[in-house]
């Protein structure tokens, strides 16, 4: 069986190419800017190949990884993120339907506004930025072509093992220590955020394809999170401890984030794929370790 996984040298599609690949599935990844060997390079961002893509691969399971991810480069460039989070899925949605493969599509807690937490599934959407609103309309496409034959997983903000520190906005936190000039470093203490460690979320991916092929009917939208309420601020005092650095440098600052809106609490109820025993959840300390202490 073929899959294909896109978006997979970013900081979640490297971790669900190597779930795949450790449990022997016959593989293909995309990428555009980073160049890894035995990955397929593609530009997401043009719609108009990607059906002569996937002819040519011919995927029976597509993971759709690939996104862009930050608030606040969606804020600059609307047009761009919707080519990428929404016209790209939407073409890829409707090469699925015609050819009978299966999507896996990757969404995210910011479709909610952050008020009412936590959040099932059924909730109705309420998007506070451009990012947002990108991915829940790259739901509704996926949803519209392939409704039967596709899973949408929505997750929060994502960490792990990194290329750089700055790759994730919870290890970022660490680089901003490590080059700190300052007497102290102020830290954003406004949002309530579930830090979920990208390991895990590609354990959970794998778990879910294989639900899905051993249960057809099974489609729809779920949810997967970790279940450590925090704000950057918190995280930051995990990451101090483990890094040496001094936590009375850190400063909480209580006003929200500049640049786009963000939601203050969008808390993803996980009920659904607990009750399935479905997914897993690394402690945020042992994890953060894991990734600034390598083995």
């Known amino acids: 069986m073929n899959v294909l996984i896109t978006g997979a040298t970013g900081l979640l599609g490297r971790e669900v190419f190597r779930a795949f690949q450790k449990n022997e599935w016959n593989l293909t990844g995309t990428s555009f800017r980073r160049k890894s060997p035995g990955l397929v390079r593609v530009d997401l961002s043009q719609p108009d190949t990607i059906h002569d893509f996937l002819n040519a691969h011919l995927p029976a399971v597509i993971v759709h990884t690939a996104a862009e ?33 299966f999507v896996l599509y990757l969404s995210t807690d910011y479709v909610f506004d952050g008020t009412k937490p936590p959040y099932r599934p059924s909730d109705k959407p309420n998007p506070l930025n451009d990012y947002g609103r990108s991915k829940l309309d790259g739901e509704q496409e996926l949803l519209s072509r392939a409704q039967k034959s596709s899973v949408i997983l929505r997750v929060p903000i994502l960490y792990g093992p990194c290329e750089t520190l700055a790759e994730s906005a919870v290890t970022v936190l660490a680089d901003q220590m490590n080059r700190l000039t300052e007497p102290t470093l102020a830290i954003e203490d406004w949002a309530t955020r579930y830090p979920t460690y990208t390991p895990d979320v590609a354990y959970t991916i794998l778990q879910l394809v294989e639900y899905h092929l051993a249960h057809p009917d099974f489609h729809g939208i779920v949810h997967w999170s970790g279940n450590e309420g925090m704000t950057k601020y918190g995280m930051a005092r995990v990451l101090a401890g483990q890094m040496g650095f001094p936590v009375e440098r850190l400063v909480p600052n209580p006003a929200p984030p500049s640049g786009a809106t963000r939601p203050k609490d969008a808390h993803l109820d996980c009920s659904a794929l607990e009750e399935l025993g479905i997914g897993r959840r690394t402690p945020f300390a042992e994890a953060i370790q894991a990734i600034l202490h390598p083995a």
């Open 69 to 101: 991810r930050h608030p606040d480069v969606s804020l600059r460039d609307p047009a761009g993120t919707r080519r990428l989070n929404v016209e790209a899925t939407a073409a890829i949605a409707s090469w699925a339907a015609t050819h009978g493969a």
